[in-house]
């Protein structure tokens, strides 16, 4: 997450964005795509929003160190926002739609913090559009596995191909729906994360403990991460589907 930006990783919504405008960042994490956003509406102000006290730290910490000064970041629930009706010309989630249990009720929230007129722009990865070379029968467990995690946490992986309905269906209007891949240069900014949350899901998830998975199992998905980042011919390639969407 460290290394996203707003070229990188907003690069559809960024069109939209007007100097002076009040923008939201749900899901916002340690905030370096928000900051971005905040440069690019400035005089405007970014809110950026997380459940994670920590993440949010980190994002407040960024904004003063960059001297992003019209960022402000704050604790929040994306089912329960802290703010009045109409309160944001736009409003921005990456990478959060796909761990929501609820994602239309995410929607209604989202739907009533924004102004009439106000545009929404979500993007998520889908898993079922990966590209992984080569492959390994440990390899493909240990993604099925993350997939398999994913799902037990009340989210959903294949997220990203029904953005376009989910915002439809909230009531939004001119919709336009893109996808993009992100090819992760070197393997190792992809695999140390994967194999950080497979190894953690023992104590996390309690999968062990569940009898889900075993510990020698954990250690080999997460070994075959590791070689596969040090492969030479080592190649995968992430999809995201983007949608945007104005409230009438
Ligand atoms: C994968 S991170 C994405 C962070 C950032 N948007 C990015 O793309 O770099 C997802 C973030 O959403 C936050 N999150 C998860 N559920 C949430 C909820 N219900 N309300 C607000 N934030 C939530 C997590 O704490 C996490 O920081």
Redesign the pocket.
């Known amino acids: 997450?460290a290394s996203?930006s707003i070229d990188t990783?907003a690069a559809f919504f960024k069109p939209y964005l007007r100097p002076g405008i009040n923008l939201l960042?749900?899901?916002?994490?340690?905030g370096?795509?928000a900051l971005g956003l905040a440069k690019a509406i400035a005089p405007g102000t970014l809110t950026g929003?997380?459940?994670?006290a920590s993440?949010i730290r980190i994002a407040a910490e960024s904004a003063f160190t960059q001297g992003v000064s019209n960022a402000n970041f704050l604790e929040?629930?994306?089912?329960a926002l802290p703010f009045c009706d109409n309160s944001f010309d736009a409003i921005f989630?990456?990478?959060?739609f796909e761990?929501?249990q609820e994602p239309a009720q995410?929607l209604r929230e989202l739907w009533r913090v924004l102004k009439p007129g106000g545009i929404v722009g979500l993007r998520s990865p889908d898993w079922g559009g990966f590209l992984i070379a080569p492959s390994t029968p440990e390899l493909e467990k240990a993604f099925s596995y993350y997939k398999w995690l994913q799902q037990q946490n009340s989210g959903n992986p294949y997220v990203g191909r029904e953005l376009r309905a989910l915002v439809r269906e909230s009531g939004f209007i001119n919709i336009k729906a893109s996808a993009s891949y992100q090819c992760y240069e070197p393997l190792s900014e992809a695999t140390e994360y994967l194999a950080l949350l497979i190894e953690a899901s023992a104590k996390v998830d309690g999968t062990v403990k569940k009898g889900w998975t075993d510990e020698r199992s954990l250690t080999a998905m997460s070994r075959a991460l590791g070689e596969w980042s040090q492969h030479p011919d080592g190649f995968f390639a992430q999809a995201w589907c983007e949608v945007v969407g104005w409230k009438g």
């Open positions: 997450m996203r990783h960042d749900c899901g916002c994490g340690p370096t795509i929003i997380d459940r994670e993440q929040g629930n994306i089912y989630s990456h990478a959060l761990h929501l995410a």
